[in-house]
């Protein structure tokens, strides 16, 4: 019989997916999952509004699943502490705490104690990835190594097991912490050279896109000397000469990325799309001002002219559907709009809305796509981000708790008073539509009232991000969702997956 500690311990470890009483689904034969990195709840509005004048303006936030999701990390280490014991949580009562505080916390004010709360504990990019391609809680730095420091499976393994294409874009280095959880197994984010790699040796990943080209710098400049932070010149050369161990089809030029956006070409074999630019499309680039290019219809809220040898985050994502699309089983596709987070850091209102922007634009191609050429019974997207960053919100937000982003309207900079120069661990907002979507309220793990009083987002709901990855696994799977009660020990489960997964190895040996 099928005690709780194996239930536990089995799920931990990957071995099943829970059913209790329920009859199988039909494989959902696409999942896309779209994260923009480092969004805090302002982010997505003060792009709305500056796009199109309007709180909720893009396609997805309308879609019919509407969640809150905690992101905090099992343990704020940088290294594996071989414990497994979860040392950080989420309460939605110290989180939206309107008490006063006289205080500071991070070289910022905290004026009140829920600023204060959600400014500790945080999660990484790494961590917070690590969860939802994995299921797991670990420590911050981690790309899918648990608390142990044993690697875990991914996301993007299993769906090629299961027949699927699977890709990877981003606006930020192919190697960095987001993109890295879909392609790699590593103690340490910081092993850029590693995980490059990894990634483009790896026979599960079928495409990658994104920046980090050695040869070229924030303005999509040749360098006069290589910059080998995020891939060596070596590696770069291997690719060109067509090293068989990546057996990669390389493609560099603007004009070869929207050959792929439009259709026109579509490369066999798997493939690598590294953008002429060094560590990002567009967010860092350092070019004079021009406010005669600001633009809703282009995306440039700053006046800094885009660069114009590189493909834009909606491109890239059309690019890789159409490419991964030919597979008749279907594919799996995450898109990062990294330098989301690279923005919120910096506290740049104008960049981040650029680069939420263009992420937006990237959601709704592919929702076109599905429309057109898919359909929401066979496709499953979800739209979330893996952590909150930088705490904007309205311009009177240190004496008004929780004031919300102020709308001047279409075309114009939002009213924005930053708080934070780093991650949070603010409860974040997800949307999800298509095939398996109403899985994800089986997860709830309790009811935010914040997300009601203060965001008007939905009714409270909010999952953690561990849920992500067994509803992609099980949707792609064709398995039942577990039940209600069923959830509550997967999610014990997964919190400490190196231990208890050792324990059911024994158990069963």
Known sequence: MLTRRHLVAAVAAGAIAVS????????????????????????????????????????????????????????????????????????????????????????????????????????????????????????????????????????????KALGRATGVVTSVPFSHATPAVFGSQNISRNNYHQIAEQMLANPDLDLIMGAGHPLYNSNGQARSTPSETYMTVDQLTRLQSGDPIYNRTLITSLDEFRAMADGSVVPTGRVIGLAEVGDTLQANRNRPVDPSVISVASGNASGVPFNTNVPTLVEMTAGAINYLSRNPDGFFLMVEGGAVDWMAHANNTARIIEEQVDFDRSVAWAINWVEEYSNWNETLLIVLTDHGNGMPMGPQSDRIPFQPIENRGQGNLPGVLWHYGTHTNEVTLLWAKGAGAERLYDFVVGVDQGLVEFLQFNDGRYIDNTAIYPIMRMAMMGQPVPEPASVALMLMGLAGLGAVARRARRATA
């Open 20 to 159: 209790i009483g329920a009859a199988d689904a039909a494989p959902v034969k696409n999942v896309m999952l779209f994260i923009s990195d480092g969004a805090s709840w302002g982010t997505w509005d003060m792009a709305s509004y500056w796009a199109t004048g309007e709180q909720r303006g893009q396609a997805y936030q309308n879609f019919p699943v509407r969640l809150g999701m905690t992101t905090y990390p099992l343990n704020t280490s940088s290294t594996p502490t071989n414990t497994g014991t979860p040392q950080i949580s989420y309460d939605p009562t110290r989180a939206w705490d309107t008490t006063p505080n006289a205080g500071s916390f991070g070289g910022r004010p905290s004026f009140f104690n829920g600023y204060d709360y959600i400014k500790r504990n945080y999660p990484d990019s790494a961590a917070a990835g690590t969860a939802l391609a994995t299921g797991a809680k670990t420590y911050n730095n981690a790309i899918n190594f648990d608390d142990y420091g044993n690697p875990l499976p991914y996301i993007t393994q299993e769906a």
